[in-house]
C-alpha cells in the first residue's frame, strides 16, 4: 500500500518539526547550521533552475511594530540556482528537504529536480506551488496546469510534498485543488505558505514597510496561525474522509511551543517554522519538541501521532 508516512519516517519517526522553506537555509552555513538544530529534515530555501538576486532590499521586515511577533516578505526566491545545491547538499549529515520552484514554466521544477533527484542526502522533495512575490499567478490557483505538473512528476516517481497557500477565499475552489492532490501521488501538501498581498506602514517615515511590488508581500508569524489551523483540519479532513493516504505539514503561526501544539490537534503529522526561526535562530526548534515531548508525557499518549487531528467539534 502506499505509505507517505513510511516513506517520509526520518521525519515522523525522529523530530517531526522543520524548518519553513525561506528563512535562513539559502547557503551552505545557513544549512549547515540548521544540521544542529533540534529537526527531523532541513527544508532548502526554494531554488530555482538560475541563480535570482530576488526583489530589491528593503523585502523583509522580520518584526511589524503592532504584532512584533509577525513579519512581511516580498524576497522575490533569490538563491543560488540549483547547481548550487546539487554541489553541497550531500555535505549535510541530515537528511534534506529540497524545496523547488519555477520563474518560467513547468519544465524547470522537472529540470531542478532531475539534477537533485540522485543526491543521498535529498529524501523528498517541497515542491513550491505558492510563491507569493513573482508576477506570475501562483500554479495552486490553476487547476489545468496544478495537474500538469503532478501527472509529469507521478510519472517521475518522485517524492513529493506540496507547499500551498491558503484556499479560505473559496472553499469550493479548495474542493477542486484538493481532488487534484488526492489523485496524485504526492506524500501530503505543506499548509501554508505565507498570506499574499499584506502590507504595513512605518509610522515615523510615514514609508510602506517594504520596497518590491507597491510595498504588499506575504505576511507570517504569530497572528496567522488562525488560518492555518484552519487550512490544516480542512486538508486534514478531506484526506481523511476521502480515504486518502496523505499527510499535512503544519506550518503558520508557530512563534510558542504551544501553538506546534495546536498544529498537531488540527492534523498535521509534522511542523514547520519561518518567522520565530528568523528572529530566534536555531532555539526554537528545542523549546518546541521540548514543549511537546514533556505535554504528551503529562497527558498520557506516548507518542506524537496518537493526538494528530484529534481536535473535536464543540
Ligand atoms: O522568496 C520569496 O519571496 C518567498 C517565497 Br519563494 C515563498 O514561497 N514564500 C514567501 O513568503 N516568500
Not at 149 to 165: A, F, H, S
Not at 178 to 206: H, Q
Request: net charge neutral; with cysteine; charged share 25%.
Amino acid at each position: 500500500m502506499f505509505s507517505p508516512k513510511k516513506i517520509l519516517s526520518f521525519l515522523l519517526d525522529t523530530v517531526p518539526i522543520t524548518n519553513a522553506s525561506g528563512p535562513k537555509c539559502t547557503y551552505y552555513e545557513e544549512l549547515k547550521e540548521l544540521e544542529k538544530a533540534c529537526i527531523g529534515a532541513i527544508v532548502t530555501k526554494t531554488m530555482t533552475k538560475l541563480p535570482r538576486e530576488g526583489n530589491p532590499k528593503p523585502r523583509l521586515k522580520e518584526r511589524l511594530d503592532f504584532h512584533p511577533d509577525c513579519s512581511i516578505n516580498s524576497m522575490g526566491l533569490p538563491n543560488p540556482g540549483v547547481d548550487y545545491y546539487v554541489d553541497i547538499l550531500n555535505k549535510l549529515k541530515k537528511p534534506v528537504i529540497a524545496s523547488v520552484g519555477s520563474v518560467t514554466d513547468l519544465n524547470e521544477y522537472f529540470e531542478i529536480i532531475n539534477k537533485l533527484q540522485s543526491i543521498e542526502s535529498v529524501k523528498a522533495f517541497e515542491v513550491n506551488v505558492s510563491c507569493p512575490n513573482i508576477e506570475k499567478k501562483a500554479l495552486a490557483l490553476i487547476p489545468e496546469k496544478l495537474g500538469e505538473l503532478l501527472n509529469t512528476l507521478d510519472d517521475m516517481k518522485v517524492k513529493y510534498l506540496l507547499k500551498i497557500p491558503p484556499f479560505n477565499f473559496d472553499l469550493e475552489f479548495f474542493e477542486r485543488i484538493a481532488n487534484i492532490v488526492a489523485d496524485s501521488n504526492c506524500l501530503g501538501v505543506s499548509a501554508i505558505n505565507s498570506l499574499p498581498n499584506c502590507m504595513d506602514i512605518d509610522l515615523k517615515s510615514l514609508t510602506k514597510v517594504i520596497k518590491p511590488r507597491k510595498g504588499y508581500g506575504g505576511f507570517g508569524g504569530g497572528c496567522l496561525l488562525y488560518l492555518a489551523l484552519a487550512e490544516v483540519n480542512r486538508w486534514y479532513s478531506f484526506f481523511k474522509e476521502h480515504g486518502v493516504d496523505k499527510i499535512v505539514i503544519g506550518v503558520g503561526g508557530i512563534t510558542k511551543p504551544e501553538a506546534a501544539l495546536k498544529h498537531f490537534l488540527a492534523g498535521a503529522s509534522a511542523v514547520q517554522i519561518g518567522t520565530w526561526y528568523i528572529q530566534e535562530g536555531i532555539a526554537v526548534f528545542e523549546k518546541v519538541w521540548n514543549f511537546i515531548t514533556n505535554w504528551l508525557k503529562e497527558k498520557g499518549f506516548s507518542k506524537v501521532e496518537e493526538i494528530i487531528g484529534i481536535v473535536k467539534d464543540l
